[in-house]
């Protein structure tokens, strides 16, 4: 008989901060594409699109909201269920839906009350903007007291 004892046979504890630390940062470098890169896989009915500045601005506000609770609005039920309520705020498309007839309504809602709406290039990057690792395909950011100046900002621009 052999007798095999479990475990390791390295002495070594594995620490995961002791790992390279170079290589996970140029993966995510090379994950990231420019904005013009990422519009060529946005949707064409994704109009109006925010501009490179917009869009930073956008994403800094869904950041800021993000901290707030019950301030950020996402996904499409959520979002369909607080237009019939009658709620107020930005509305952030992502481009990059398909397929595109799940979201595709929505727009004309907005326009119908009025609501201001834009598109971003990324449903990823949508997704980190609010903290979260998922992509998110649409967000509204209603207005509240503690990032008003820059809803004000993006909501003229």
């Given at each position: 008989?052999?007798?095999?004892?479990?475990?390791?046979?390295?002495?070594?504890?594995?620490?995961?901060?002791?790992?390279?630390?170079?290589?996970?940062?140029?993966?995510?470098?090379?994950?990231?594409?420019?904005?013009?890169?990422?519009?060529?896989?946005?949707?064409?009915?994704?109009?109006?699109?925010?501009?490179?500045?917009?869009?930073?601005?956008?994403?800094?506000?869904?950041?800021?909201?993000?901290?707030?609770?019950?301030?950020?609005?996402?996904?499409?039920?959520?979002?369909?269920?607080?237009?019939?309520?009658?709620?107020?705020?930005?509305?952030?498309?992502?481009?990059?839906?398909?397929?595109?007839?799940?979201?595709?309504?929505?727009?004309?809602?907005?326009?119908?009350?009025?609501?201001p709406y834009c598109y971003t290039p990324s449903r990823r990057d949508l997704g980190l903007a609010m903290g979260v690792t998922r992509t998110a395909l649409v967000v509204m950011v209603p207005p509240r007291p503690e990032y008003q100046e820059l809803y004000d900002e993006v909501k003229e621009a």
């Amino acid at each position: 008989w052999h007798i095999i004892e479990m475990g390791k046979e390295n002495n070594e504890i594995d620490d995961p901060s002791s790992e390279n630390k170079d290589e996970s940062v140029t993966i995510k470098e090379e994950d990231m594409l420019s904005y013009e890169e990422k519009l060529k896989f946005v949707s064409p009915i994704a109009k109006p699109m925010a501009p490179r500045k917009l869009t930073k601005k956008l994403y800094k506000l869904i950041k800021k909201a993000s901290k707030e609770k019950k301030c950020l609005l996402s996904g499409i039920k959520v979002l369909q269920k607080e237009l019939r309520r009658g709620s107020t705020g930005i509305v952030v498309f992502a481009g990059d839906v398909l397929p595109v007839d799940i979201m595709s309504h929505l727009p004309v809602v907005c326009e119908d009350k009025d609501l201001p709406y834009c598109y971003t290039p990324s449903r990823r990057d949508l997704g980190l903007a609010m903290g979260v690792t998922r992509t998110a395909l649409v967000v509204m950011v209603p207005p509240r007291p503690e990032y008003q100046e820059l809803y004000d900002e993006v909501k003229e621009a």
